[in-house]
């Protein structure tokens, strides 16, 4: 990190688009995370099977995959103001589909609409974030994710909270469209468009993105894969192999949630005075000590100190990783933000599925230990990463 980037950490400014984006990011998360804690309760009242229900996860992350296909072109079609408002109203159209359906195909078709519309909203903040705030953008992606922790752990309250008090699962999207829409009347009028740097049209469309770009984003989708394999399976692990109670396990999992969000705030912090890649080997590597503690529990209380622990390094991967990947591709912003959703989705679509198939063969406590490669491949990736020769904006 130069002495320019560094002072320009330190002097981190948030300005109103930084806080509209932050708004955004959070909404995006509750909504994608509550499809978790609902699902129980759309599986009674609809009679789904595991299997049917799981394909309101897979219909989610297929919206996401889209998107990173395509994404950069529907932003640059109609620009960054319409992808960003677009896209919130098309997750909330999405939402409301899944909430009025009253059969599966209805329920996974909003799922899908959630998923494509609520990807083509998140890349499009995190092209705003790396644009505004250029060196700092590290700082801004990290803060964006802690709001995005929060949301989704008050998504999991919200739903158990309306589902006690008699309201019904369904009003549990009420919050994220109340918050949609004063986030609306304040921020609507901000100017995305004028943060963007002009690139010309051929190079944008004939440059390739570089090598370092890949590197960190494989890192992303390992990052990415062991978080959900966690937030997937977590409590079934913690309930068959390290003998916890169904309720109990289901209650331990918010340690990870709890922990993610305290490794956000603590690498955002952090970020302001120490380079992005090197805080990302630092946080894998502290998952990668924590999560053996986790796997090989000889009793609950060492299982849910690995959990916490993989969830405290963990939690920063995907911020840090969409920074670093995003520096090393300069000129191919809306490119690169796309590409890396789908990394992203496509981990969140693979990755739990396939522990899964492994459980039905090896059992959960055989199965887990595949996180175990994906964190050590990320951070040899990582050091690759580090040492990979940066490209030159120039060049692109």
Same mark, same amino acid.
């Given at each position: 990190?130069?002495?320019?980037?560094?002072?320009?950490?330190?002097?981190?400014?948030?300005?109103?688009?930084?806080?509209?984006?932050? *708004?955004?990011?959070?909404?995006?998360?509750?909504?994608?995370?509550?499809?978790?804690?609902?699902?129980?309760?759309?599986?009674?009242?609809?009679?789904?099977?595991?299997?049917?229900?799981?394909?309101?996860?897979?219909?989610?992350?297929?919206?996401?995959?889209?998107?990173?296909?395509? &994404?950069?072109?529907?932003?640059?079609?109609?620009?960054?103001?319409?992808?960003?408002?677009?896209?919130?109203? &098309?997750?909330?159209?999405?939402?409301?589909?899944?909430?009025?359906? !009253?059969?599966? @195909?209805?329920?996974?078709?909003?799922? +899908?609409?959630?998923?494509?519309?609520? !990807?083509?909203?998140?890349?499009?903040?995190?092209?705003?974030?790396?644009?505004?705030?250029?060196?700092?953008?590290?700082?801004?992606?990290?803060?964006?994710? $802690?709001?995005?922790?929060?949301?989704?752990?008050?998504?999991?309250?919200?739903?158990? +909270? +309306? /589902?006690?008090?008699?309201?019904?699962?369904?009003?549990?999207?009420?919050?994220?469209?109340?918050?949609?829409?004063?986030?609306?009347?304040?921020?609507?009028?901000?100017?995305?468009?004028?943060?963007?740097?002009?690139?010309?049209?051929?190079?944008?469309?004939?440059?390739? =993105?570089?090598?370092?770009?890949?590197?960190?984003? *494989?890192?992303? #989708?390992?990052?990415?894969?062991?978080?959900?394999?966690?937030?997937?399976?977590?409590?079934?692990?913690?309930?068959?192999?390290?003998?916890?109670?169904?309720?109990?396990?289901?209650?331990?999992?918010?340690?990870?949630? #709890?922990?993610?969000?305290?490794?956000?705030?603590?690498?955002?912090?952090?970020?302001? $005075?120490?380079?992005?890649?090197?805080?990302?080997?630092?946080?894998?590597?502290?998952?990668?000590?924590?999560?053996?503690?986790?796997?090989?529990?000889?009793?609950?209380?060492?299982?849910? =100190?690995?959990?916490?622990?993989?969830?405290? &390094?963990?939690?920063?991967?995907?911020?840090? #990783?969409?920074?670093?990947?995003?520096?090393?591709?300069?000129?191919?912003?809306?490119?690169?933000?796309?590409?890396?959703?789908?990394?992203?989705?496509?981990?969140?679509?693979?990755? @739990?599925?396939?522990?899964?198939? =492994? /459980?039905?063969?090896?059992?959960?406590?055989?199965?887990?230990?595949?996180?175990?490669?994906?964190?050590?491949?990320?951070?040899?990736?990582?050091?690759?990463?580090?040492?990979? @020769?940066?490209?030159?904006?120039?060049?692109?």
């Amino acid at each position: 990190m130069d002495v320019n980037e560094a002072a320009s950490r330190r002097a981190f400014t948030r300005y109103r688009v930084t806080w509209a984006t932050y *708004g955004l990011v959070g909404y995006f998360a509750y909504l994608e995370t509550v499809l978790g804690p609902l699902m129980p309760f759309l599986r009674a009242e609809m009679g789904l099977s595991y299997t049917v229900a799981s394909l309101h996860f897979s219909a989610f992350a297929m919206g996401g995959v889209l998107v990173g296909l395509i &994404g950069e072109r529907v932003e640059g079609r109609w620009g960054r103001t319409t992808a960003l408002w677009g896209g919130a109203a &098309g997750m909330a159209t999405g939402a409301l589909l899944l909430a009025l359906a !009253s059969a599966a @195909p209805g329920t996974i078709a909003g799922a +899908f609409v959630m998923g494509f519309f609520g !990807s083509l909203l998140l890349i499009t903040t995190q092209a705003v974030l790396s644009d505004r705030h250029g060196a700092g953008s590290v700082v801004a992606i990290t803060e964006s994710n $802690v709001a995005a922790s929060a949301c989704a752990i008050l998504a999991s309250l919200a739903v158990a +909270f +309306f /589902a006690a008090s008699g309201l019904g699962w369904r009003s549990a999207f009420v919050p994220p469209m109340v918050a949609l829409f004063f986030l609306a009347v304040n921020f609507r009028l901000e100017s995305l468009e004028g943060s963007r740097r002009k690139e010309p049209a051929r190079r944008e469309a004939s440059s390739r =993105l570089p090598g370092r770009f890949w590197i960190y984003w *494989g890192v992303l #989708g390992l990052g990415v894969s062991v978080e959900w394999c966690i937030a997937y399976w977590g409590a079934d692990f913690l309930e068959n192999a390290v003998g916890m109670g169904r309720s109990g396990a289901a209650a331990a999992l918010t340690t990870f949630f #709890g922990a993610m969000l305290a490794g956000r705030i603590a690498a955002s912090r952090l970020a302001r $005075v120490l380079p992005g890649a090197v805080l990302l080997v630092a946080t894998l590597s502290l998952a990668l000590a924590g999560f053996p503690l986790l796997w090989l529990a000889p009793t609950p209380v060492v299982g849910v =100190l690995g959990l916490a622990l993989t969830g405290l &390094g963990i939690g920063s991967v995907y911020p840090l #990783g969409i920074s670093v990947a995003v520096s090393s591709a300069p000129g191919r912003l809306e490119t690169a933000t796309a590409r890396l959703a789908l990394a992203a989705a496509g981990a969140i679509l693979v990755a @739990p599925f396939v522990l899964g198939a =492994l /459980a039905d063969l090896a059992g959960i406590a055989g199965a887990f230990g595949v996180v175990l490669p994906m964190l050590l491949i990320a951070v040899v990736l990582t050091l690759a990463g580090h040492r990979a @020769p940066m490209p030159q904006e120039e060049s692109c």
